[in-house]
Each structure stands twice: as structure tokens, then as C-alpha cells.
């Protein structure tokens, strides 16, 4: 019974790793740069909804629409701002920035909604399943979590593969040159690609504060780069990879608190990472690809 | 692609050592948060200097003891006689920028400090104190390694062992529970401080601890490794020497696997109730140690947490009233002193050094402070516990 108790903490944990890591894989895939203020912006989102709903009283889907809506503009207004200028720079002065934008959101949430903590309405109400007799429960938003995230990766890899749009993005992600000299406007591509990163995160956050319902300037960043680990954990750039990256992640550190040490949990997960991009440096999904440099 | 994979697990590595090295998440410029524009010079006044985390992740601490002693200059200044000039800077609860803030502030002239709001820069800022020959009275940078071997840097807060064996004491002599559970945060001086002097305490006392386990700075989301571990070691009374931000959480989620224990927390765990939304049905029945009410009916503190509410717009939490109290115990020790605010401050180190274990204070977090020459104060914990959403005297 512990064992599946753990086991269901594990995949709710994973399952709110993996929402975000696809919002990390689906920009890195198309942009190739690693958006570390996506975590950011999920906090963005998790207070936008949480003042729709807490303080303006709006029933819970509106407010995760509102923050659906603020994040993708939010989203686009950073690409075009901070990353666009960069678009031929190196990869490193982009990272930095990125970095930097990281930073700017925290603070600038610090200004305008001060440091102190908020409790965050769980937007799905904080239902149980019980099973067993009560000795097993399985919360409702661990579910929604789940189900979200699978909806969500199942979306994403129809949208990449199937649309006009998804060619598009493929075709950007391959040769950005290429592209333009076929008629693909690239800017919009990219654009569009962080507006989806964004409203992915606005739901990121509103199910990352509905299970973990603390809300501060900090809240995006752990969760960020927990996030950003399963991404290249499962193989960066790829869709499902990030789901099963997540989803493990969120397994091994619960039973690495469980089962070895409360004290060196974060450290077996990153063993673990380290092992398996020495085995597998393109992570477990992740395509092996040479390239031409 | 080889090359690029270097790159994403240096970045993986570097993340986390830099997420490893403690609490603060941003990296604001330290400058430009002082305050300083409510003091008018009119009459030559002291120079009064702390460092707090102003920004990051433990800003509301700074913010909250700066705001606190903000008001008590702002009275004093309006009495006339003893005047005060206040300048906080920025420390975001780093011990290296906390040096580097006190430093700026020895450039603008401190004549006394209020050393650093929280522990871990307490510590770093208090050698500099001690070394400089500058007074220094910290309102809650808690730690023993704060005042330990300085004789010229004193605590307004109760220090953590204190703590730690009073809250055995109290669950023994109340008999709140027989079987303990502890979980604690295992990177911050603070939580660990508290934990030692228990479990240690707690063995005196032939207390049983049935589970201790651990989070991180990192890993203060889940807890339900650790509430599971407690509950299958079958603990009545979970013991949270914390801050009450994870507390919030750790009180969530064990309602959510049905788990009822009892809970005590320790200072850290005053503020819950001014959580904003929080359900504080989940706290009911939470004791804790604090040394401060803001719901107390006397008039100090009624017309301090008025005053608060008024600047600031939210309550204050003991951290406002343990700055105000400092500027308050520094107003009486200069008046006893006569103390002058042109002489250096080296030499109202020595006065102060000489008149603090002597003086006896009133303030908002206790009646008849008095302090000894290590600089721990007299302070004893108070229990409280939260009924009905506030606070009510378990004595």
C-alpha cells in the first residue's frame, strides 16, 4: 500500500514536471533555445488566475482563460522584445537573456504583488478518491494533471504534425534559412510558437498552485527547472519525451524520499539524469542527429 | 550535437548548484530600497543601519522587520528629543551580499546596526559588527552562531535553542503527544538550530520521536513522503520548526492523505494567519511559539498593528514587531547612556556594551526584557494555539 501511495504522490508530482516540461521541449524544439523564463511565466499565469477567481470572483474557467490569454501576450511580447533582436546571435548571449527575463518577471511580480505568500483555490476543488477502505486517496487534480498533460502532448504532436503551422514550425526548427527562401514567414512562426509555449504555461500554473497551492514571486523557478531537467531527461525537443521525462522524475524523487533518504532525494534524481544522458546523451527519447556545424 | 549536449548538462549542473546555494531566487541590484525619505535631519540624529532581505524569496521577513522599525523612528523622531535616521539595505538573505550591504552602510556612517534580519546573513554581518566595534542589535536573526563570542552584538529575538527545549518542555509538561514526529528544512540554520536542541531535549525528557525526516530550499513542495513516513510510525504530534509557508502546505496535504495529528510549531509558524485565502480551518489547533499577537487588546500593539495596516496595508507579523522593538531598546539604552549622536561609533559601542545587560525594556514581544552580557535575551516563549482562526494563550 505504501508502495502505491508512493507511487500515485509520484505521478501527481511527475505529471506537473511534465505540463511544464512541455512547454520547455515544444519552444526548444521549434526555436532551439531554452526559454528559462518559461517558469516565470508560469507564476504569471498562476496569479492571473488567482486574482480572476479570488479577488474578481470569476468562476474558475474564465480565470484560467484570462491567464491563458495574459501569458500568450505576455509570451509573444518577451520574444519580440528580448529574444527577436537576438535571433542571430549565439546561443549562449540568448540563454543569458533568457536568464535575465527570468529575473525581470520575478522581480517585477515581487513590485506589484509583494513578496508575502497567497494561498491558491484549487481551480478543480480539492476532492478525493478513496480507495481501499480509505487507505489509498487519490486526489482529483492529480487526475486532471494527468489527463491535461496527455491531452495536451496528444494536441501538440497532431499541431506539429499534421498543420500547416506544425510544417511550418518543423521546417523552421530544421533550416531557418531554408525556410524563408520557401515563402515560411519565420518571425511569425516563431512568434506563434511562443504564444503556444505560453498558454501552455498559464495552464501549467494554475494546475501547479491548484496541487501545490503556495503562490509567491519564486514560485515558477524550482518547478522551472525541475521541469526543464525531465525535458532533456526524456529527450529535448521531443513531445512525448517530456511527458515520460516528467512523469519519472516525478517517480524517482518521490521514491528516492521514500524509500533512501529525505535528505539526498534531489541528489539521486540528478544521479540518475547523469547516468542516463551518459548512456543516452540525447535523452530517452531524443533523436539521435548528427549535424553539419 | 555533441557539443550542445556539453552545454545542457553544464547548464543542468550549474542550475543546480546555483539553486543548491541557499535561499535567494533573484538578483536585483541591492541599492535603491533604503529608506530614508521620511526622516527630515532636523535635529542631528543617530545613524541607525540593518540588512534584510528586502528582495527574493525571504523578502517578506526583511521587508516586514524594516517596515516595523520604520514606524518606531517615525514616533520617536515625532517626540522630539532622541533622533533617529534609518537606512535598510538589501541582503536578499545572502550571507555574502549581506557583507557587502553592510559595507555600504558603514560608507554612509552607521553609528548602530541592527545587524541582519535573518540568520544566515546575521551571522556573516556580525563578525563585521564585532570586528568594527559596532553595536549591534539584531531583531530575529535567531541562530546561537549570531551572538556567539561577540560581546557587543545582542538578539531581541528568543535564539533557537531556546526554542527548540522549550517546545519539548511544553509537550511534555502539557502532554500534548507520545509520540513525535519532526520534519525540518535541512539547508537553513534556522530550522536546524531549533531541531537539534529538541531532539536533544526530547531524549532528556524521555520523549519519543517515532520519525524525523527532512526538505530542502528545493524541495519544499511534496510532502507527502514525509507525512506518509509519519503516519505509519503512528505519531500523534507532528513538530514543524519552520517557516510557515511549507507549514501552510504540509497542513494541506496531510488533510488530503486523512491524516489528523496534532501540530507545534515555533515562531516561524506566527503569519500563518495572515496567509492570504488561506483556509485557516486547516490551522485550528495548531500551537505554536511566538513572542508576538497581533490580535492582543493592549494598547501598544493595537495602535502599532493600526499604524501598520494604515502604511503598509497588511498585518504585521513578529518580524515588524521585533524591528520596532529594537529601535525602541536602542532610544532607551542611548537615553540611559547619554549618548550623543556626534560621537563615534565606536565609542557607543563601549556605552552600549556597558548598559545593555543593565537595562530593562518593554516592548510589544515581551514585558520586562532584560539581557544577559552574551547578548541572548530573557524573553521566554509564549504557547499559543489557534482557535477559531486566532490566537488564544495556552497558559
Known amino acids: ?293 | 550535437m555533441k557539443k550542445i549536449f556539453c552545454v545542457f548538462i553544464s547548464f543542468v549542473l550549474i542550475i543546480g548548484l546555483m539553486s543548491g546555494c541557499g535561499g535567494s531566487d533573484s538578483a536585483s541590484s541591492g541599492d535603491g530600497n533604503a529608506t530614508g525619505k521620511n526622516e527630515e535631519p532636523v535635529a542631528v540624529a543617530f545613524k541607525l543601519g540593518g540588512t534584510g532581505p528586502l528582495t527574493g524569496g525571504a523578502a517578506i521577513y526583511g521587508n516586514a522587520a524594516k517596515n516595523g522599525a520604520q514606524i518606531a523612528v517615525e514616533e520617536i523622531n515625532a517626540q522630539g528629543g532622541i533622533q533617529f535616521e534609518l537606512k535598510y539595505e538589501d541582503d536578499e538573505h545572502d550571507a555574502e551580499k549581506a557583507v557587502n550591504a553592510y559595507n555600504k552602510l558603514k560608507d554612509w556612517g552607521i553609528q548602530i546596526s541592527l545587524g541582519s534580519v535573518t540568520s544566515t546573513p546575521g551571522v556573516a554581518t556580525s563578525a563585521e559588527t564585532f570586528s568594527d566595534r559596532i553595536f549591534a542589535l539584531t531583531p530575529s536573526a535567531s541562530a546561537t552562531a549570531v551572538i556567539e563570542g561577540k560581546d557587543n552584538v545582542y538578539q531581541m529575538c528568543f535564539a533557537d535553542p531556546n526554542q527548540g527545549s522549550a517546545s519539548a518542555q511544553y509537550i511534555v509538561d502539557k502532554k500534548l503527544g507520545t509520540k513525535i514526529a519532526v520534519i525540518y528544512k535541512n539547508d537553513d540554520v534556522y530550522s536546524k538550530g531549533i531541531y537539534n536542541t529538541f531532539a536533544s531535549k526530547a531524549k532528556e525528557l524521555n520523549l519519543e520521536i517515532v520519525s524525523t525526516t527532512t526538505f530542502t530550499e528545493d524541495s519544499q513542495t511534496d510532502f507527502s513522503v514525509q507525512l506518509a513516513n509519519a503516519k505509519s510510525n503512528g505519531a500523534d504530534l507532528i513538530f514543524l520548526p519552520m517557516y510557515y509557508t511549507p507549514a501552510s502546505l504540509i497542513l494541506q496535504q496531510a488533510k488530503s492523505i486523512g491524516y489528523a495529528p496534532k501540530y507545534f510549531g515555533v515562531d516561524g509558524m506566527d503569519g500563518i494567519l495572515t496567509l492570504e485565502n488561506f483556509d485557516t480551518s486547516l490551522a485550528e489547533g495548531v500551537m505554536l511559539l511566538t513572542p508576538f499577537n497581533a490580535d492582543s487588546t493592549d494598547e501598544r500593539t493595537v495602535s502599532f498593528v493600526k499604524k501598520y495596516k494604515e502604511l503598509f496595508n497588511e498585518t504585521p507579523n513578529q518580524f515588524a514587531a521585533d524591528g520596532y522593538d529594537c529601535v525602541y531598546a536602542y532610544k532607551e539604552a542611548l537615553e540611559t547612556a547619554g549618548c550623543t549622536p556626534d560621537m563615534s561609533a565606536a565609542e557607543i559601542c563601549e556605552k552600549m556594551v556597558e548598559i545593555f545587560p543593565d537595562i530593562t525594556f518593554d516592548g510589544l514581544t515581551g514585558e520586562g526584557v532584560t539581557w544577559a552580557a552574551t547578548g541572548e535575551v530573557s524573553k521566554s516563549p509564549k504557547g499559543m494555539v489557534i482557535e477559531n482562526g486566532a490566537y488564544v494563550g495556552m497558559d
Not at chain 1, 138 to 154: G, W
Not at chain 1, 198 to 206: D, E, P, Q, T
Not at chain 1, 254 to 267: E, M, P, V
Request: with cysteine.
Open chain 1, 1 to 293: 500500500m505504501t508502495f502505491l501511495s508512493f507511487l500515485i504522490s509520484g505521478l501527481s508530482l511527475g505529471s506537473v514536471y511534465a505540463i511544464i516540461a512541455l512547454g520547455y521541449t515544444m519552444v526548444y524544439g521549434i526555436a532551439k533555445m531554452l526559454n528559462f523564463a518559461h517558469g516565470d511565466v508560469i507564476m504569471v499565469g498562476a496569479y492571473v488566475c488567482f486574482f480572476a477567481t479570488t479577488r474578481w470572483d470569476l468562476p474558475p474557467t474564465v480565470g484560467v482563460l484570462l491567464a491563458m490569454v495574459v501569458c500568450t501576450v505576455l509570451g509573444v511580447l518577451i520574444e519580440r522584445l528580448a529574444y527577436k533582436p537576438l535571433r542571430s546571435a549565439s546561443s549562449l548571449a540568448v540563454i543569458i537573456t533568457a536568464i535575465g527575463v527570468s529575473y525581470f518577471l520575478q522581480n517585477a511580480a515581487q513590485l506589484l504583488w509583494t513578496s508575502n505568500p497567497k494561498v491558491f483555490t484549487s481551480v478543480v476543488g480539492n476532492s478525493l478518491i478513496k480507495l481501499f477502505d480509505g487507505r489509498l486517496t487519490i486526489s482529483v487534480i492529480a487526475i486532471i494533471t494527468i489527463t491535461a498533460c496527455i491531452v495536451i502532448m496528444a494536441a501538440l504532436t497532431w499541431f506539429t504534425g499534421k498543420t500547416k503551422m506544425g510544417k511550418a514550425m518543423r521546417a523552421c526548427s530544421e533550416d531557418k534559412g531554408a525556410a524563408q527562401l520557401m515563402g515560411i514567414d519565420v518571425n511569425f512562426t516563431i512568434s506563434v510558437t511562443f504564444a503556444i509555449g505560453s498558454a501552455l504555461a498559464a495552464i501549467a500554473g494554475v494546475l501547479l498552485c491548484s496541487a501545490y497551492p503556495t503562490l509567491m514571486p519564486t514560485t515558477g523557478a524550482m518547478p522551472g527547472i525541475k521541469a526543464f531537467t525531465a525535458a532533456v531527461f526524456g529527450g529535448i525537443g521531443s513531445i512525448p519525451g517530456a511527458m515520460i521525462g516528467g512523469l519519472l522524475l516525478g517517480i524517482i524523487e518521490i521514491f528516492g524520499k521514500g524509500y533512501i533518504s529525505t535528505q539526498l532525494s534531489d541528489a539521486i534524481v540528478f544521479a540518475v539524469l547523469i547516468i542516463t544522458l551518459l548512456v543516452k546523451p540525447a535523452g530517452l527519447l531524443g533523436k539521435q542527429t548528427t549535424e553539419k556545424v
